[in-house]
């Protein structure tokens, strides 16, 4: 299967092109607004992988030629990014891409990690709101550390969860998220639900702020 | 130590009773606006503990009696009956007295449970603002399924979070919470970063909701 990752070139895009590339034999294309610095960053992640011993072909795109090939399109820009990427890409969307939002609404103050979601209640809801209606939209991967994904010497043992109200779409997505070794796939129900999974991420960055050893702390449920 | 649990004969009341009972030796008070009902169910405990093996006295009180006696009072009762029952106790706290509240704010539809926080930010937010002044507030173990705690054949092995703006509170609430076995608790920050603390909630109860096996599910920080 295709997968792109728009914002490709950024750490949360990093971390999950590697994995993939890594773990599985699915295509990856990398998406930027800038196509050299795709172009670049792909032949970055193919010397990683190289260097891993996994001899891969990683391909770099402009955001609007990555999604019209890929049947996974992954918004992977911060959150204020996301209503301008999902524009710039509409026209090559249709209901057999799905797309795939991991950004999270934050701020920061002197206390910590704030979720702040879009007025429409997540960033997921605001996907789902800005991709053409037929378009399946699954938030998912929010609660990964880039620098942890991004690293494949760590084993990852790590949770994930995945909102969407396409079951058909959300499946295929927890498939794929699946491949990736050691990260186990979780349903948190639909896009109404979506708050809650997006509020772990400020969560995990005050617990790595607030505790010893716990940097790119992720989440387990048992 | 004395430890009170106002409306400790509810569900998450019951599991810190027991679980402190069985695992520490401080004192555990029952409260309820009911004092024969509290009376009634620190019997059940205390029976129950004995059926463990565990030769426990557990006192029940009405909830003012308990907190006035208390180091440590737990606000374990629903999240709309918080402020009536830090009222009902605010003549006998003080500062020496660390008043810990695990409630969350919820609400329940179609999709799942949603985090609804009151006006103010949180529920941790609501304590701090109705208790008063001088009396420590920390926000403390929301995400503990009630059923799983309050079995004590079940072994935890789950992380806790702490959130207050009192550091030496917020300590001798973590220092207790982890005498109980199998439980780990971990620093989340002031009382600004309580409503991603209090979202995990919802979010158990989700995951339990869309996925097999997962009743009763916790979480681990890793």
């Not at 050299?36 to 193919?46: F, G, I, L, S, W």
């Not at 996974?72 to 204020?80: C, E, N, R």
């Not at 509409?90 to 002197?110: C, F, K, N, Q, S």
């Not at 702020?209 to 449920?221: A, I």
């Amino acid at each position: 299967m295709r997968i792109a990752l728009l914002g490709g070139t950024g750490d949360i895009g990093e971390g999950l092109a590697l994995r993939w590339a890594y773990d599985t034999d699915h295509e990856i294309l990398i998406g930027s607004r800038d196509p050299d610095k795709a172009r670049a960053k792909a032949e970055e992640y193919e010397t990683e992988l190289d260097s891993m011993g996994r001899e891969r072909t990683v391909k770099g795109f402009t955001n609007e030629m990555a999604a019209d090939r890929a049947r996974i399109v992954v918004l992977a820009v911060p959150a204020y990014y996301v209503r301008d990427t999902i524009e710039s890409v509409a026209d090559v969307l249709d209901e057999d891409t799905i797309l795939v939002t991991p950004a999270v609404g934050m701020d920061r103050d002197e206390e910590g990690m704030h979720y702040k979601p879009p007025g429409v209640g997540s960033v997921t809801a605001l996907v789902r709101k800005t991709a053409p209606d037929d378009v399946p939209v699954v938030g998912a991967f929010h609660n990964l550390a880039a620098d942890r994904l991004a690293n494949l010497d760590v084993d990852l043992d790590l949770d994930t969860l995945v909102v969407g109200d396409d079951g058909d779409a959300k499946g295929l997505v927890a498939d794929i998220g699946e491949e990736i070794e050691g990260l186990r796939v979780l349903d948190a129900g639909g896009i109404a639900n979506a708050p809650e999974v997006e509020s772990v991420t400020p969560l995990v960055i005050n617990i790595a702020m607030n505790n010893e050893k716990m940097h790119d702390v992720g989440v387990r449920f048992l």
